[in-house]
């Protein structure tokens, strides 16, 4: 008598939490937490008049430039154009091996 058991198929997907993937999650996180930091003291050191805009507009900022940075992807890489042409120099090493 065989069994079939459902296998789970999303293990290698990556985390995602309210539209944050993966290293973005901690990205989101951090831009949080300093926007709220940044705001709390510049609230304590001048006024909340200024404080609260600046909490709120570097919080979306840090949120806009996590969400940008993720559609580039999870493993995003330089991606460099052009011909690159590196000098090999085969005389000096051919010249220690005969020797």
């Known amino acids: 008598m065989l069994r079939k058991f459902s296998i ?8 995602v ?11 989101g996180i ?9 705001g709390g003291l510049i609230g304590a050191l001048t006024s ?4 609260g ?7 979306a900022t840090g949120l806009g430039y996590t969400l940008h940075k993720q ?5 995003s890489k ?11 120099n085969l005389k000096k090493n051919y010249a220690e091996y005969i020797s």
Do not use: C, D, E
């Not at 831009?31 to 940044?38: D, E, N």
């Not at 805009?53 to 919080?59: D, L, R, V």
């Open 48 to 51: 909340m008049y200024l404080g």
């Open 71 to 75: 559609k580039a992807g999870l493993h």
């Open 8 to 15: 789970y198929k999303g293990l290698q997907k990556p985390l």
């Open 30 to 38: 951090g831009s949080l937490i300093t926007g709220l930091v940044a």
């Open 78 to 88: 330089t991606k460099n154009k052009g011909i690159f042409i590196h000098a090999v």
């Open 53 to 59: 805009p600046i909490t709120i507009i570097s919080i």
């Open 17 to 27: 939490y309210r539209g944050f993937k993966g290293k973005f999650i901690a990205w």
